[in-house]
């Protein structure tokens, strides 16, 4: 499942994608570039607890809240401004 979404950065509107991992993990969701798909931001799911949880939930909402996260703390943002990969916890 992959959800485009647009953000200001900078006084542009930038075109990002939030996708599922498709590794061993389900429970990762990744934001990209959607122009180059380069990764920013990558969002896991914390210990047992929190990987229980992701698995309750459908993958919309999983992606949603990712998005939302990485906004309301400014990881895209930072990754643009470091070139580093930001990684977090859902």
Avoid at 65 to 83: F, P, S, V, W
Wanted: charged residues 30%.
């Amino acid at each position: 499942m992959i959800e485009n979404f647009e953000q200001m950065i900078d006084g542009q509107k930038m075109r990002f994608c939030a996708s599922l991992g498709e590794d061993e993990s389900a429970h990762r969701v990744i934001i990209s570039r959607d122009d180059s798909a380069e990764t920013l931001v990558v969002f896991d799911t914390g210990g047992l607890l929190g990987a229980l949880k992701a698995e309750l939930e459908p993958p919309g909402k999983l992606i949603e809240k990712a998005i939302n996260k990485a906004r309301d703390d400014g990881l895209i943002e930072r990754a643009l401004d470091t070139g580093t990969i930001q990684t977090a916890t859902l």
